[in-house]
């Protein structure tokens, strides 16, 4: 029996649309694999090659070394006139999935892109692209202290920071990189406002489920660059140390601009934990820099 061309047509689409779900199928059951093995967090170094990507990572010890608190003045900044504009590329696309849980006084979100297609971000002081691996909240036990950072001895509730680590090809010379940042971390002050932040729902309207601090919660995904700015320019960037017998460096970049947050979001989090304050350095000469 002959076969009108709408039929043939229609027979042809379905046939393609059972293609394409299988195909959806597969990847999300891959998403969801990939989502049960990510018990402890790890810091992974992606090493890009023709074949197959190695993987390295940081001790959790490494990591908590990341942390480490101090005062900008930013008078004591050196100018530096931005010769390639600060990078972001992937924030606009959304997670297929997110994790939220909490270590010590610290609260994680860990997102998941389908075939690991990481956010990056490369550019300003930059050599390499750094790929997206957590974001983390820290806060204080008043609205008056907890960030990580503070400018002008103005400390913030709270600081959110986006991890990051260096891709790096494994053709090249590492020893000839030496140099440069293994890690980058953003870093994102809030400042008290009277009323609620709305893009941060996503995360305060969760973090009521995490009920110890050991629990792990999935969240629906939200899209980051709704959340914070993707800035191209003027920012705060300095170095620091992992550990010293390691040697690894990370650089830390600071958005000047605080963001709003409520006295009441702030008490969602509080809930958790009522967080932790530590002593601020201060910079040696030169050791901080502005990028206008």
Same mark, same amino acid.
């Given at each position: 029996?002959?076969?009108?061309?709408?039929?043939?047509?229609?027979?042809?689409?379905?046939?393609?649309?059972?293609?394409?779900?299988?195909?959806?199928?597969?990847?999300?059951?891959?998403?969801?694999?990939?989502?049960?093995?990510?018990?402890?967090?790890?810091?992974?170094?992606?090493?890009?090659?023709?074949?197959?990507?190695?993987?390295?990572?940081?001790?959790?010890?490494?990591?908590?070394?990341?942390?480490?608190?101090?005062?900008?003045?930013?008078?004591?900044?050196?100018?530096?006139?931005?010769?390639?504009?600060?990078?972001?590329?992937?924030?606009?696309?959304?997670?297929?999935?997110?994790?939220?849980?909490?270590?010590?006084?610290?609260?994680?979100?860990?997102?998941?892109?389908?075939?690991? +297609?990481? &956010?990056?971000?490369?550019?300003?002081?930059?050599?390499?692209?750094?790929? *997206?691996?957590? #974001? !983390?909240?820290?806060?204080?036990?008043?609205?008056?202290?907890?960030?990580?950072?503070?400018?002008?001895?103005?400390?913030?509730?709270?600081?959110?920071?986006?991890?990051?680590?260096?891709?790096?090809?494994?053709?090249?010379?590492?020893?000839?990189?030496?140099?440069?940042?293994?890690?980058?971390?953003?870093?994102?002050?809030?400042?008290?406002?009277?009323?609620?932040?709305?893009?941060?729902?996503?995360?305060?309207?969760?973090?009521?489920?995490?009920?110890?601090?050991?629990?792990?919660?999935?969240?629906?995904?939200?899209?980051?660059?709704?959340?914070?700015?993707?800035?191209?320019?003027?920012?705060?960037?300095?170095?620091?140390?992992?550990?010293?017998?390691?040697?690894?460096?990370?650089?830390?970049? +600071?958005? &000047?601009?605080?963001?709003?947050?409520?006295?009441?979001?702030?008490?969602? *989090?509080?809930? #958790? !934990?009522?967080?932790?304050?530590?002593?601020?350095?201060?910079?040696?000469?030169?050791?901080?820099?502005?990028?206008?």
């Amino acid at each position: 029996m002959a076969l009108s061309l709408p039929e043939f047509l229609i027979i042809c689409g379905s046939i393609f649309l059972v293609g394409f779900l299988f195909l959806e199928v597969v990847n999300w059951g891959k998403v969801i694999s990939s989502l049960g093995s990510h018990d402890d967090l790890q810091v992974t170094v992606v090493e890009d090659t023709e074949e197959e990507d190695d993987h390295g990572s940081l001790s959790g010890k490494e990591s908590e070394s990341f942390e480490s608190p101090v005062n900008i003045v930013p008078r004591q900044a050196v100018v530096i006139e931005v010769s390639e504009p600060f990078k972001w590329n992937g924030y606009k696309i959304p997670p297929v999935a997110m994790t939220m849980f909490c270590r010590e006084d610290t609260v994680i979100i860990q997102p998941f892109w389908i075939h690991d +297609i990481a &956010p990056t971000i490369s550019g300003g002081p930059l050599t390499h692209r750094h790929h *997206l691996l957590y #974001i !983390s909240l820290h806060w204080g036990v008043s609205d008056q202290s907890g960030s990580e950072h503070s400018i002008d001895q103005i400390n913030y509730p709270l600081e959110m920071q986006l991890a990051h680590v260096k891709q790096v090809n494994a053709r090249e010379n590492i020893e000839e990189h030496s140099d440069d940042a293994d890690a980058t971390i953003v870093s994102y002050l809030f400042q008290i406002k009277e009323n609620d932040n709305e893009l941060l729902n996503p995360i305060i309207m969760n973090v009521c489920r995490l009920q110890e601090s050991t629990s792990k919660v999935y969240i629906p995904p939200f899209q980051l660059d709704s959340v914070f700015p993707l800035f191209p320019r003027k920012f705060y960037s300095y170095t620091d140390k992992l550990n010293p017998p390691v040697g690894k460096i990370v650089m830390r970049l +600071i958005y &000047p601009e605080p963001l709003s947050v409520s006295s009441s979001q702030m008490t969602e *989090l509080r809930k #958790i !934990s009522t967080g932790s304050s530590r002593p601020k350095r201060s910079f040696g000469p030169e050791d901080l820099y502005y990028h206008e």
